[in-house]
């Protein structure tokens, strides 16, 4: 019996879980280091609740949420930047902006609680990557342009991460449900830009490495 | 293999006192069930031997990763064929914009469901029967009205199964589809209400930026009224 069976089991019949209970406590205490959160309250829950929750982790996973943290701050910034600038984002889009804008706060608060005493503040950012894009808050094509790159890289950096996240099911799947949200995010912008709302019918993912060179020059 | 079970537990359905015990405690297993022909089932099993129930009557998902990759199929067959249907009738009005979206979607879906039969191989479950009778495909609004529930749902079930999945390997590979079902239901959201926050409303967005994730049981009960086909996950226990 393995614990991906337990859960689904959990999931769909309350009279089966009662059975199995005794089944799962069993496993939970002699793999309890191993699996960092066990909990299987809601994960904000068990985040909030514990802000040394950070520390729990195993330090690959941690290493991981502070990836995307760094990721969802630039994408935060990204967007109040542009929101703010005076006449940037046409009318018509600006609640769009909004909307992937406040998603992006959302992460960045999710991640900074899940994390604990292991969130990093923003970091400095350089939204012109060293005047490559110097009319990056000035001109809309290239606002989008940069703002298709954010998105798409979000969907392949926690694309790429999945494996390591998944030895801790609450994790994985708040990680994979900001996964999909950003692919809702990239759709829009790459439709908004006159583009193709995909690449093919299978995304691709990106190691740790080759996300960080890519948004390197957006750290100051 | 799960397929043979089912059908040795049908068969001995009404067999002796003892098995009935058995077949009582076994029919608690049969946890996800989608399709209400199951009476028509148990009666083909007491008129015919065994193995006289057809593949496409019903199907069982198999276990572990299998019983995952078999539920992951189940629902690439499911929207492979609504989008087949979609493009071989298109409603009425239909755009050269909506059908290239479309056409695109179809295609990705079916490239889905056979990358997932091709892994699954000797695993696979059959092909499954569909009832799309509750859709007008002469209507943009039904048309597209399904096809946002087939996509939101369909992400709503990868963000659900990651955590199920045992092999990395096979996670991977579910990462590589759902944020493609999130590009499609961002893109026929954005078809039904062009230019709003549709696309990643706050009915599926929550406070915390997080997705819908929903478990097997719950998907599986909203697709059942469009597969035909009984499908079980008893040997998923």
Same mark, same amino acid.
């Given at each position: 019996?393995?614990?991906?069976?337990?859960?689904?089991?959990?999931?769909?019949?309350?009279?089966?879980?009662?059975?199995?209970?005794?089944?799962?406590?069993?496993?939970?205490?002699?793999?309890?280091?191993?699996?960092?959160?066990?909990?299987?309250?809601?994960?904000? @829950?068990?985040?909030?609740?514990?802000?040394?929750?950070?520390?729990?982790?195993?330090?690959?996973?941690?290493?991981?949420?502070?990836?995307?943290?760094?990721?969802?701050?630039?994408?935060?910034?990204?967007?109040?930047?542009?929101?703010?600038?005076?006449?940037?984002?046409?009318?018509?889009?600006?609640?769009?902006?909004?909307?992937?804008?406040?998603?992006?706060?959302?992460?960045?608060?999710?991640?900074?609680?899940?994390?604990?005493?292991?969130?990093?503040?923003?970091?400095?950012?350089?939204?012109?990557?060293?005047?490559?894009?110097?009319?990056?808050?000035?001109?809309?094509?290239?606002?989008?342009?940069?703002?298709?790159?954010?998105?798409?890289?979000?969907?392949?950096?926690?694309?790429?991460?999945?494996?390591?996240?998944?030895?801790?099911?609450?994790?994985?799947?708040?990680?994979?449900?900001?996964?999909?949200?950003?692919?809702?995010?990239?759709?829009?912008?790459?439709?908004?830009?006159?583009?193709?709302?995909?690449?093919?019918?299978?995304?691709?993912?990106?190691?740790?490495?080759?996300? @960080?060179?890519?948004?390197?020059?957006?750290?100051? | 293999?799960?397929?043979?079970?089912?059908?040795?537990?049908?068969?001995?359905?009404?067999?002796?006192?003892?098995?009935?015990?058995?077949?009582?405690?076994?029919?608690?297993?049969?946890?996800?069930?989608?399709?209400?022909?199951?009476?028509?089932?148990?009666?083909?099993?007491?008129?015919?031997?065994?193995?006289?129930?057809?593949?496409?009557?019903?199907?069982?998902?198999?276990?572990?990763?299998?019983?995952?990759?078999?539920?992951?199929? /189940?629902?690439?067959?499911?929207?492979?064929?609504?989008?087949?249907?979609?493009?071989?009738?298109?409603?009425?009005?239909?755009?050269?914009?909506?059908?290239?979206?479309?056409?695109?979607?179809?295609?990705?879906?079916?490239?889905?469901?056979?990358?997932?039969?091709?892994?699954? /191989?000797?695993?696979?479950?059959?092909?499954?029967?569909?009832?799309?009778?509750?859709?007008?495909?002469?209507?943009?609004?039904?048309?597209?009205?399904?096809?946002?529930?087939?996509?939101?749902?369909?992400?709503?079930?990868?963000?659900?199964?990651?955590?199920?999945?045992?092999?990395?390997?096979?996670?991977?590979?579910?990462?590589?589809?759902?944020?493609?079902?999130?590009?499609?239901?961002?893109?026929?959201?954005?078809?039904?209400?062009?230019?709003?926050?549709?696309?990643?409303?706050?009915?599926?967005?929550?406070?915390?930026?997080?997705?819908?994730?929903?478990?097997?049981?719950?998907?599986?009960?909203?697709?059942?009224?469009?597969?035909?086909?009984?499908?079980? /996950?008893?040997?998923?226990?």
């Amino acid at each position: 019996m393995t614990i991906q069976t337990n859960n689904l089991i959990a999931a769909l019949d309350p009279e089966i879980k009662d059975i199995l209970v005794s089944n799962r406590r069993e496993f939970f205490r002699g793999s309890a280091a191993k699996l960092g959160l066990m909990a299987s309250a809601p994960i904000l @829950l068990a985040m909030t609740a514990q802000n040394a929750f950070g520390q729990e982790l195993p330090q690959d996973i941690v290493d991981v949420l502070v990836f995307a943290l760094t990721l969802e701050h630039i994408e935060d910034a990204f967007y109040r930047s542009g929101l703010d600038a005076p006449g940037l984002i046409p009318e018509e889009y600006v609640g769009i902006f909004n909307q992937i804008g406040k998603h992006e706060a959302a992460h960045v608060s999710f991640l900074t609680t899940a994390l604990g005493s292991a969130a990093i503040e923003r970091p400095e950012l350089d939204l012109t990557a060293g005047g490559k894009y110097a009319d990056a808050l000035t001109n809309f094509d290239t606002y989008l342009t940069l703002s298709q790159t954010f998105e798409d890289l979000g969907v392949a950096a926690y694309k790429g991460q999945a494996g390591v996240l998944a030895p801790n099911d609450d994790i994985l799947t708040a990680a994979l449900q900001i996964h999909s949200v950003e692919a809702r995010h990239a759709a829009i912008v790459r439709k908004i830009g006159g583009k193709k709302p995909w690449d093919g019918a299978f995304d691709e993912p990106m190691t740790k490495q080759e996300v @960080l060179d890519a948004a390197g020059p957006f750290l100051a | 293999m799960g397929y043979w079970r089912f059908v040795a537990f049908t068969g001995c359905r009404f067999n002796s006192a003892s098995e009935h015990k058995m077949q009582n405690s076994m029919s608690r297993r049969r946890l996800l069930k989608w399709s209400g022909v199951t009476a028509t089932v148990m009666v083909a099993g007491s008129l015919l031997p065994n193995f006289g129930i057809t593949a496409a009557m019903a199907a069982d998902l198999g276990e572990g990763d299998v019983g995952i990759l078999n539920y992951a199929y /189940a629902l690439e067959q499911l929207e492979a064929a609504f989008y087949t249907q979609v493009i071989e009738t298109p409603y009425e009005g239909i755009t050269d914009e909506e059908t290239a979206l479309l056409t695109d979607i179809r295609d990705h879906e079916v490239e889905h469901r056979d990358f997932l039969k091709g892994a699954l /191989a000797d695993g696979a479950i059959p092909a499954l029967e569909v009832d799309f009778s509750a859709v007008d495909f002469t209507d943009r609004a039904s048309v597209l009205g399904t096809a946002m529930v087939f996509e939101d749902l369909g992400v709503s079930a990868y963000n659900g199964a990651g955590k199920l999945i045992e092999d990395v390997a096979y996670l991977a590979e579910a990462g590589r589809i759902v944020s493609v079902e999130a590009r499609h239901a961002a893109a026929i959201r954005d078809l039904l209400n062009p230019n709003s926050v549709s696309f990643a409303g706050d009915d599926i967005v929550d406070e915390n930026g997080l997705d819908v994730v929903n478990d097997p049981a719950t998907v599986l009960k909203a697709a059942d009224p469009f597969i035909t086909t009984e499908v079980t /996950a008893m040997s998923l226990v």
